[in-house]
T-cell receptor
Framework: GENVEQHPSTLSVQEGDSAVIKCTYS??????FPWYKQELGKRPQLIIDIRSNVGEKKDQRIAVTLNKTAKHFSLHITETQPEDSAVYFC??????????WGAGTKLIIKP | KAGVTQTPRYLIKTRGQQVTLSCSPISGHRSVSWYQQTPGQGLQFLFE???????NKGNFPGRFSGRQFSNSRSEMNVSTLELGDSALYLC????????????FGPGTRLLVL
């Protein structure tokens, strides 16, 4: 079946450094790729998304890049801060209304 | 406006019992999706309801079922509970159009003993 692989499962970076999380999807028809952030004990919230007609999207310190040929997309966080510590989930659209999710990356920001 | 709410927030059941979870979406949202979240497994899609009809279904056994009411509130039922059903169950609502943000509820944490 269709799947999304997400790496790494845990990422530890020094405060102020950059963090990169990568996802690979299997369905070549996928055309919508959101990223959600889930802080400890809280609900997942959308932080950024990208559609297949663009290769990159930025929002302040976060950016997402998409390589349709290789079927992978990545989340980039620059100048990391303690509040960036959370679990990040990538997802890819399956059909028109369904998402298939990666297993999550726990991002740890070291002071 | 009020966010997505789920009740109850915590549940303890024993094997073989059944359980019903409830999700109230954001006002105006017609789509409700249900997910099972376990450590290391991410978000596993259960099913999605739109306008009282199941529009999408994940790969879960028939013990997992759901329904949606005319006011868009949704319920999820799990029959004959197994130990492996212990998880956080999240629902998410949206307007139901393509490629849109899903808004998650706080989840119901189910423990099966």
């Amino acid at each position: 079946g269709e799947n999304v692989e997400q790496h790494p499962s845990t990422l530890s970076v020094q405060e102020g450094d950059s963090a990169v999380i990568k996802c690979t999807y299997s369905d070549s028809a996928s055309n919508y790729f959101p990223w959600y952030k889930q802080e400890l004990g809280k609900r997942p919230q959308l932080i950024i998304d990208i559609r297949s007609n663009v290769g990159e999207k930025k929002d302040q310190r976060i950016a997402v890049t998409l390589n349709k040929t290789a079927k992978h997309f990545s989340l980039h966080i620059t100048e990391t801060q303690p509040e960036d510590s959370a679990v990040y989930f990538c997802a890819a659209s399956i059909g028109n209304y369904q998402l298939i999710w990666g297993a999550g990356t726990k991002l740890i920001i070291k002071p | 406006k009020a966010g997505v709410t789920q009740t109850p927030r915590y549940l303890i059941k024993t094997r073989g019992q059944q359980v019903t979870l409830s999700c109230s979406p954001i006002s105006g949202h017609r789509s409700v999706s249900w997910y099972q979240q376990t450590p290391g497994q991410g978000l596993q899609f259960l099913f999605e309801y739109f306008s009282e009809t199941q529009r999408n279904k994940g790969n879960f056994p028939g013990r997992f079922s759901g329904r949606q009411f005319s006011n868009s509130r949704s319920e999820m039922n799990v029959s004959t509970l197994e130990l492996g059903d212990s998880a956080l169950y999240l629902c998410a609502s949206s307007f139901g159009t393509e490629k849109e943000t899903q808004y998650f509820g706080p989840g119901t944490r189910l423990l099966v003993l």
